[in-house]
């Protein structure tokens, strides 16, 4: 085969032979219920991301900008990156310790 010719090749089927494409519901539902820092019930996650772990907290209550400005000062006082997506803030290595002390501090509670 030479390096101009493309093949002309087709894999799957087509949606119009009686197939249908599946909408599955999101599987976490994100609530926009205001709950104030006592009521939270945090939970850690830990992932590995492209070979780095991850730490993550959550399921914030909170309006986005309180939980960003929280978000800002925790990684000020960690000295690590992060970012705050659908309700749960991520941080750049394993923090889960750290994490904890700084966010009951803050007044957070946290699942056992």
Known sequence: ????????IFVGADID???AEIQSPRKTKIS???????KHFLV???EKR????VTLVGEFHMPKEDTVA???LLKKKLGCGGS???NWMEFQ???KDKLKDLLTLEGFRFKK
């Open 44 to 46: 850690f996650k830990k």
């Open 17 to 19: 032979d009686g197939w």
């Open 32 to 38: 926009n219920e205001i709950i104030e820092p006592s």
């Open 1 to 8: 085969m030479s390096r101009g010719k493309k093949l002309d």
């Open 70 to 72: 929280t978000l800002k």
């Open 93 to 95: 290595g394993e923090l």
């Open 84 to 86: 705050y997506k659908d």
């Open 50 to 53: 492209r070979g780095k772990t």
